[in-house]
């Protein structure tokens, strides 16, 4: 295990600068995953190289997939064709990584062999039923530990049945795996969601060559499904900026006064965009230039100068496209005048910590007054810089560490948080990138 490693973000000047953001880490992952089940190489420009996405790597290493890193962000993967993958000689540890867990459950459910799979406190505390229940009536074998939770054995099926499934909860990762799973299986996998969710592994599975038809059902509704059986070809992809690595840049910009920040070739998918909607209706100022295609994603360079957030209430149908940005917009509605209402917001107790909790308990010590509920938080915005003053338990989550130093920048005594190490998971030199724009995050000292 990392010794923990302490932060403390003191109070800044203006920000200002250029920057890019990492690579996306859920293109990373996908582009990786494909690569492996395609036949052959498949080329990745821009491949996030954070920890999650290096044990993704990893785990296909050990299931005989070719993968290399060829230099910066650019890696090649010699693939074993769908179904073609071995049993690994030892367990599989994800470490943090809920997408690689839970992806690779996917692609192991069709192949006929038993892999272990663990992964830190964080990710062994998670719940997996959401997608052992699809990927058992395909016909995976599973023995979790108690409560569905990891390790967990899985054993796949030879002869895999194509499915029709209604998600329960939204999520693309599940979406994802019965996706992966279906490409083992004779005839057509359905995915039916009430609310839409990111959607980069069916716009990958076409860019390999998958047979992907997605229909509007109506009410918000939406079918994804593939043709199984299909023959993978290996291809270059492109990985955007990660949106929620850029959204912390974004409202560092928001929230400090006198700054101006643009963060460019920014993955800016509409089902990963609901952050910059939300922003945009606080009153901040963010432009979108040069909008333009990579690798089927649409990307652009966004710049935001601050300027003076009032509260707003963000609707629980919106909580799919910005899952993972509910901690920076919780930093941003503490500076913002008024309340911001943010609803549908159970997914956020279950993802690398119980995020809610987090922010609730981490904002109100740092003198903001807010409102907890099961599914929902309101924050009460003065418009004026939070105290601070305050130091985070981070409890193995990147998120609420960024979002705390971000906050740390526009409060009046700085925040500290106890261990910024998981940051590397997603958004490697993030507090050498936020120094270069003006931020000062350093060392914080004893606690
Ligand atoms: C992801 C999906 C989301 C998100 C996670 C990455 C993906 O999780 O929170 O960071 O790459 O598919 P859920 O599927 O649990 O919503």
């Given amino acids: 295990m990392n010794t923990p490693h302490p932060l403390l973000s003191r109070p800044a000047g203006a920000l200002n600068g250029l920057v890019a953001a990492p690579g996306d880490k859920s293109i990373s992952h996908r582009a990786l995953m494909f690569g492996a089940l395609a036949v052959g190489e498949t080329q990745i420009e821009g491949l996030l190289e954070g920890e999650d996405v290096?044990?993704?790597?990893?785990?296909?290493?050990?299931?005989?997939a070719g993968i290399e890193r060829l230099g910066e962000g650019t890696w090649r993967v010699s693939g074993r064709g769908v179904g073609g993958l071995i049993e690994p000689g030892d367990v599989l540890d994800l470490g943090n990584s809920g997408t690689s867990a839970r992806l690779l459950m996917g692609i192991l459910a069709t192949h006929p062999f038993t892999t272990l799979i663990t992964g830190d406190a964080s990710l062994r505390r998670r719940p997996m039923n959401r997608v052992m229940d699809p990927l058992m009536r395909i016909g995976a074998v599973f023995a979790p530990r108690e409560g569905g939770r990891m390790p967990l054995a899985i054993t796949g099926t030879a002869e895999p049945v194509p499915i029709e499934y209604t998600l329960p909860v939204p999520s693309a990762q599940v979406k994802s795996?019965?996706?992966l799973a279906g490409l083992a299986a004779p005839g057509r996998t359905s995915v039916i969601e009430r609310e839409p969710s990111r959607d980069h592994s069916e716009r990958m599975l076409r860019h390999f060559g998958a047979e992907v038809t997605i229909e509007d059902l109506g009410d918000g509704r939406r079918l994804a499904s593939v043709v199984g059986q299909p023959e993978l070809r290996g291809a270059k992809v492109g990985v955007p900026g990660d949106i929620s690595s850029a959204a912390f840049v974004v409202v560092a910009a928001a929230i400090v006064p006198g700054s101006r920040v643009t963060v460019r070739g920014?993955?800016?998918?509409?089902?990963?965009?609901?952050?910059?909607?939300?922003?945009?209706?606080?009153?901040?100022?963010?432009?979108?230039?040069?909008?333009?295609?990579?690798?089927?994603?649409?990307?652009?360079?966004?710049?935001?100068?601050?300027?003076?957030?009032?509260?707003?209430?963000?609707?629980?149908?919106?909580?799919?496209?910005?899952?993972?940005?509910?901690?920076?917009?919780?930093?941003?509605?503490?500076?913002?005048?008024?309340?911001?209402?943010?609803?549908?917001?159970?997914?956020?107790?279950?993802?690398?910590?119980?995020?809610?909790?987090?922010?609730?308990?981490?904002?109100?010590?740092?003198?903001?007054?807010?409102?907890?509920?099961?599914?929902?938080?309101?924050?009460?915005?003065?418009?004026?810089?939070p105290k601070g003053d305050v130091r985070i338990a981070v409890n193995l989550d990147h998120r609420i560490a960024m979002a705390f130093l971000v906050l740390g920048a526009a409060s009046r005594k700085g925040i500290s948080v106890d261990d910024a190490q998981p940051i590397e998971t997603s958004f490697p030199g993030f507090a050498a990138l936020m120094n270069g724009l003006g931020a000062r995050i350093g060392e914080s000292g004893p606690p």
């Fill in 54 to 64: 290096i044990a993704t790597a990893r785990a296909l290493r050990a299931l005989g």
């Fill in 177 to 179: 795996a019965i996706l």
């Fill in 266 to 385: 920014v993955g800016v998918n509409p089902l990963r965009s609901g952050l910059i909607e939300t922003l945009r209706e606080m009153g901040a100022n963010i432009a979108l230039a040069g909008l333009r295609e990579q690798g089927g994603e649409p990307v652009a360079d966004i710049t935001c100068i601050h300027a003076a957030l009032k509260g707003v209430d963000v609707p629980a149908e919106r909580a799919p496209r910005m899952i993972d940005e509910y901690p920076i917009l919780a930093a941003a509605a503490a500076c913002a005048e008024g309340t911001t209402r943010m609803h549908g917001l159970r997914e956020l107790r279950v993802k690398e910590s119980d995020r809610l909790a987090a922010i609730a308990r981490g904002l109100a010590a740092a003198g903001v007054k807010i409102e907890e509920g099961e599914d929902w938080l309101a924050v009460h915005g003065t418009g004026a810089p």
